[in-house]
């Protein structure tokens, strides 16, 4: 297998940075067919949304279960890097892991990109079925659903205010251009978001097996600490995403249900599974085997996003 190094923030980047393009088509069919009140375009517009949401949840779900497989592989034969001093207690630790760079919405079939990441990890093959019938069937509609009303309530929008300007109502290929921009960039935000959510669904749900969690029993959660990570400023609209940046936990322990990523829309914040054995350096791992919480300085104001407020485990029930 042909492999790389990488983080888990910089593959979750990788995943999250390719195809909006691709993903952004059927939402700007569906633009196109709402504005021209075209019902039979509407709904096969509506029915590509939905698979496109779907089928990359589902990709990033199992993304998310191999990704945990892997570290539990290489922490099982001790092939993590050993942490420095400085990074002791609340920082992030480098560590060793695979990444195989298929995209998660790739330019072939859905049903090619299920099979060849179950090649890549036929240990996945029990839950696959599971997962896919979750996410392309009741996930996918809701979320398609959300989709649909905001992007008629923004057609609205832009024809109520041709009206009340007294001036002729835009024509459909107005409208969508008009709404071009706005189209994409919402696509995004529903990619970004609904990536993030499975990928780390996934990853909850791994970290539950009892052969992984008895190598990799707790989480971090980590931050991308650039000028756009959420600090509780003004501009960041009561959000405070930095706060928990270092969080440890065990898998299950209550603190997830509210501290999960993503943590609001576009979120980039992530976790990563730590080995007992780094927990035992770090002091958070007693003699009984019991996983302590750290909680990072200035912890108490954590604030998600008023839509954020479970852990994305929850789809399963779980939590």
Request: aromatic share 8%; with cysteine.
């Amino acid at each position: 297998m042909t492999a790389a190094l990488r983080s888990p923030e910089s593959e979750f980047t990788a995943l999250a940075d390719h195809s909006t393009k691709l993903f952004a088509r059927p939402f700007t069919a569906l633009l196109r067919a709402i504005a021209a009140s075209d019902e039979p375009a509407r709904r096969r517009a509506f029915a590509r949304v939905a698979a496109a949401i779907g089928d990359t949840m589902t990709l990033a779900d199992l993304y998310g279960r191999r990704r945990v497989l892997l570290e539990s592989d290489f922490a099982d034969t001790r092939r993590f890097y050993a942490p420095t001093p400085e990074l002791a207690m609340g920082g992030r630790m480098p560590e060793l892991a695979f990444f195989a760079a298929t995209p998660v919405v790739p330019d072939v079939p859905f049903s090619e990109a299920y099979d060849d990441i179950l090649r890549r990890e036929p240990r996945l093959a029990q839950s696959a079925v599971k997962v896919a019938e979750l996410y392309r069937t009741k996930h996918a509609f809701a979320l398609a659903r959300s989709a649909e009303v905001s992007l008629t309530e923004a057609v609205q929008r832009l024809v109520g205010r041709a009206v009340k300007e007294g001036i002729p109502t835009p024509s459909a290929s107005a409208q969508v251009a008009e709404l071009g921009d706005f189209t994409t960039a919402y696509a995004g935000t529903v990619y970004r978001t609904n990536l993030a959510t499975a990928y780390t669904a996934g990853r909850f749900q791994q970290a539950k097996d009892p052969e992984v969690a008895r190598i990799l029993p707790a989480m971090e959660r980590y931050s991308v600490t650039d000028s756009a990570l959420r600090r509780g400023r003004p501009e960041d609209g009561g959000e405070n995403h930095a706060a928990a940046n270092g969080l440890v936990a065990p898998v299950g322990d209550p603190i997830w249900r509210t501290h999960a990523p993503p943590s609001g829309y576009g979120c980039r914040c992530g976790i990563r599974m730590v080995a007992r054995s780094e927990l035992r350096r770090r002091g958070l791992l007693r003699d009984d085997g019991t996983v302590l919480r750290f909680e990072p300085p200035g912890f108490a104001s954590f604030s998600a996003h008023p839509n954020f407020g479970s852990s994305p485990d929850a789809i399963y029930g779980g939590s």
